[in-house]
């Protein structure tokens, strides 16, 4: 296993990819706080909107730093087939679990460290512009920021999955993107219209819209969908990277090559 | 040694390896010949489990699977270019050396055994096709293997680099070690092989030394020149051999010893110029043993036509 893992770390590592959309993710992040530090630094911040700066505002829709590192994860998988790599990978590592599971450690490792990084150079940014960062290591914003991570790395998983799932780049950002943006919001749209209301029951399963749910400071409630709280939503999001995952490992073990 | 029992590959309705079975022994250089299309890659893929099959092959007595850090026993060379283009040739070996335990020294060592020392540091989708195998085979040697399994190595050689592959593999093999190769250049085949592997459509046409395959699917003929081999051809009829005329107007005579026919000669009282054999090339006995078993047949030029057309343009 240690040699699968030393592969895997070299892989990514002598990708330059894996250095720009590392630093754009932390970057974009990192573009919140400061943005709100120039605009309207000193005023008065409560958990809602430091839990936001803090995640870069993932909280509001758009997971900078989560979508870089889906990217990551698609490459892990996808990259292998786009430039045909997989043969002389799998003439070096031929145990294919053994393969897969260094895949998933070694980029969920990462994407965990970089989402600390993350946190960290954006509490520095709120620290330089109001002088603190109210009630970092209380819930509810310590809760949020936990999610938060779980969030990013479940993101990461989808897509490394997704990568292996669909063994190219291109359908895999095709559904990492349209998955949450569209499908999901189309399907919550029609929810709410009386003739579509059978999809109520349906809401609180989506798994993207759900995975959001983990960074809330508030749960969100909408009367009569009875969605679940944080883990429960967390859940039902990490469910839904484990059957991606586990549907593309099996299929890697069966096919050809 | 490769031990290669029962490999056996459908797709859907399609049979790509139909129960090959074969070895190939250290010390020499194994030739793969077939066709296109007839089940080469697929083979070699079947023995390394990239393809899912029947059958069971063994390196040294060991299946590819089990085999902890199988650079260092078994290089392969399967693809022209499946590198990630944006990782640097040396980047790209530190990489599989790295799932080997095989140390940076020894990746610098045979970037420069294959001449890629100076560009190792390029990214290999600058590369032509020529370096791209070097770097192919520079991969296959990482772990300084006993046995080499190379598909079609000698694509995209210019004549030098193919004459320092063929000196590679035949020094390679006389270091006792087993070299598999495919390649579609018989002539090279014939020059680097000493023993073949010949498939048509899966199935095993041959599987012996070179000279075998040669003398099994071709024949040697005799050749006779003189001012009178027109005149000897009915006495060389009557004795039971098959005669033809050759381009040059030779008489290409098969079915007969060369001394039978000088025998016949003398006592016919003809007068030769020329008593000789000639012997088929390897190309000849592919041909030969293939023809059928072609997979993908290509229309005979379409000559005929274009001369009537041109004909037809001059009387007009």
């Known amino acids: ?257 | 040694m490769i031990t290669a029992t029962g490999l056996y590959k459908r797709y859907r309705k399609t049979v790509a390896v139909d129960r090959l079975s074969f070895d190939v022994r250290p010390g020499v250089v194994t030739g793969f010949l077939g066709p296109n299309g007839s089940g080469k890659s697929t083979t070699m893929r079947l023995m390394l489990g990239l393809d899912h099959g029947e059958g069971q092959t063994l390196f040294d007595g060991e299946r590819f699977s089990d085999i902890r850090r199988p650079m260092n026993k078994v290089g392969t060379l399967l693809e022209a270019k499946p590198f990630h283009p944006t990782r640097t040739a040396r980047n790209h070996l530190r990489m599989l050396a790295s799932a080997n335990g095989v140390g940076d020294k020894r990746v610098d060592e045979v970037m420069e055994l294959v001449g890629l020392g100076t560009v190792k540091r390029k990214k290999p989708k600058g590369y032509s096709l020529g370096m791209a195998q070097r770097l192919g085979l520079a991969q296959a040697l990482l772990g300084d293997p006993r046995i080499l399994l190379l598909d079609e190595p000698t694509n995209g050689l210019d004549p030098h680099g193919i004459h320092w592959m063929r000196d590679m593999l035949k020094h390679l093999a006389s270091e006792g070690r087993t070299i598999f190769v495919s390649s579609h250049l018989l002539s090279e085949m014939q020059l680097m092989a000493d023993e073949l592997v010949v498939i048509g459509r899966g199935t095993m046409i041959f599987n012996g030394v070179v000279d075998q395959f040669v003398r099994d699917f071709t024949q040697s003929t005799v050749i006779v020149r003189g001012p009178e081999a027109a005149g000897f051809v009915p006495a060389l009829e009557g004795a039971g051999a098959e005669v033809a005329k050759g381009k040059d107007g030779e008489l290409v005579i098969s079915g007969m010893e060369i001394g039978a026919v000088g025998h016949l000669a003398f006592t016919e009282n003809v007068e030769l110029s020329e008593l000789s054999t000639r012997s088929a090339s390897l190309e000849e006995a592919f041909m030969s043993a293939t023809g059928s078993t072609e997979e993908f047949v290509a229309a005979e030029p379409p000559t005929a036509p274009a001369t009537e057309k041109a004909d037809g343009a001059d009387n007009a």
């Open chain 1, 1 to 257: 296993m240690l040699d699968a893992l030393r592969y895997e770390w070299t892989r990514l590592t002598t990708l330059r990819s894996t250095y720009w959309l590392t630093g754009i993710g932390v970057l974009c992040a990192l573009a919140i706080p400061v943005i709100a530090g120039f605009a309207a630094g000193g005023d008065p911040i409560d958990a809602e909107i430091t839990a936001i700066m803090l995640n870069g505002g993932a909280a509001f829709g758009i997971p900078f730093l989560a979508v870089f590192m889906a990217i990551i994860g698609i490459f892990a998988t996808g990259h292998e087939y786009r430039h045909g790599t997989i043969q002389p990978t799998l003439t070096a590592l031929p145990q294919r679990s053994r393969l897969i599971m260094a895949k998933l450690l070694v980029v969920a490792v990462v994407t965990v460290v970089v989402t600390l990084v993350s946190m960290a150079l954006n509490a520095l940014a709120i620290a330089i512009f109001w002088g603190e960062v109210p009630g970092l290591f209380e819930d509810p914003l310590a809760s949020a920021l936990l999610g938060y991570l779980v969030y990013t790395l479940v993101y990461t998983l989808v897509g490394l999955g997704l990568g292996l799932l669909f063994r190219g780049v291109p359908s895999a950002l095709v559904v990492i993107f349209l998955m949450p943006l569209i499908i999901e919001n189309i399907i919550l749209g029609l929810s709410f219209l009386p003739m579509a209301d059978w999809l109520v029951p349906v809401v609180k399963f989506l798994p993207f819209s759900s995975g959001a749910r983990l960074l809330a400071i508030e749960p969100m409630v909408i009367p009569d969908y009875d969605l679940f709280g944080r883990w429960g939503s967390g859940g039902v999001f990490a469910v839904f990277a484990a059957l991606i995952v586990t549907a593309a490992w099996i299929l890697f073990k069966k096919r050809d090559a």
